[in-house]
């Protein structure tokens, strides 16, 4: 059986990084988790930099106007995270589990898909909850 993503999205807006409630599914049990939404360009440029903790069950979602392959660096971000990109019909397309550059020049990851959305987590997260390439990512707004 395959693992589902269910995200829970509020329809309001509250301008800057707004936090909402995430609950992610897997077979085994389901995680709610707590994301700051990253959907403006300037959000999106300092994601989760100078970040020396991330709460357990947090992360931050960001949110594209099109689908195309994703590059995301690690420059002064402090904890190690997954990405977990997702395309425009909600299908997780790539995992990369990103280090903290230390030097540059840092290390480009990037999407082996095209991706719409990316998610980022803790540094394995996504094995510890079994989440991998192929399964799916709903949106469910109230």
Known sequence: MKYYLIFLLLLFSLGGCM???????SDQESVR????????????RIGLMNREFLDEN????????????????MKNTLIPLDMIFIDENFNIVDIKHAKPCKQDPCVLYISSQPAQYVL???????TKNN??????????KK
């Open 120 to 126: 980022e987590v803790n540094g394995d997260f996504t």
């Open 33 to 44: 988790v707590f994301v700051e939404i990253a959907d403006a360009l300037e959000e999106r």
């Open 19 to 25: 936090r909402q409630s995430v609950t992610v599914f």
């Open 58 to 73: 947090s992360g931050m979602l960001f949110i594209f106007e099109d689908s195309k392959p994703r590059t995301f660096l």
């Open 131 to 140: 989440i991998k390439t192929g399964n799916k990512m709903e949106f469910h």
